[in-house]
C-alpha cells in the first residue's frame, strides 16, 4: 500500500521558519523523484521544488534562496526546510512522487504564515 504522509504544518509569524516532512512507503522511494507542491484555494496547484534520485534540486523562482529540499533514503522521507516565510507562502503544500508514468500524492499539510 503507497502511502505519502507529510508533517510539519503549522502557523508561523512572517520571518519564521518551518520543516515539512513527507514519509513515504510502498514503493522503492530511492528511485523517484520527489516534489513539493503547494495550491491555494482556487489557484492551480504549483511545483515548490523537486529532487530527483540523484539529488538534482530545482526551484520555483519565488522561494529559491529561502527554501531547502533534501532527500534521506535510509528513512524514505523527504524534506522541505522553509525560511524567511511569508504571508503569500500560506498554502496547502503536498509531497508528490513520480517515476515516469507513476505518480503518488499525499494528502497535503496546512502552512499559514500569519502575525
Known amino acids: 500500500q503507497v502511502q505519502l504522509v507529510e508533517s510539519g504544518g503549522g502557523l508561523v509569524q512572517p520571518g519564521g521558519s518551518l520543516r515539512l516532512s513527507c514519509a513515504a512507503s510502498?514503493?522503492?522511494?530511492?528511485?523517484?523523484?520527489m516534489s513539493w507542491y503547494r495550491q491555494a484555494p482556487g489557484k492551480e496547484r504549483e511545483l515548490v521544488a523537486s529532487?530527483?534520485?540523484?539529488?538534482?534540486?530545482n526551484y520555483a523562482d519565488s522561494v529559491k534562496g529561502r527554501f531547502t529540499i533534501s532527500r534521506d533514503n535510509a528513512k524514505n522521507t523527504v524534506y522541505l526546510q522553509m525560511n524567511s516565510l511569508k504571508p503569500e507562502d500560506t498554502n496547502v503544500y503536498y509531497c508528490?512522487?513520480?517515476?515516469?508514468?507513476?505518480?503518488?500524492w499525499g494528502q497535503g499539510t496546512q502552512v499559514t504564515v500569519s502575525s
Open positions: 508528490k512522487a513520480n517515476h515516469i508514468w507513476v505518480t503518488y
Open positions: 529532487i530527483s534520485a540523484g539529488g538534482n534540486t
Open positions: 510502498g514503493f522503492p522511494f530511492s528511485s523517484y523523484v
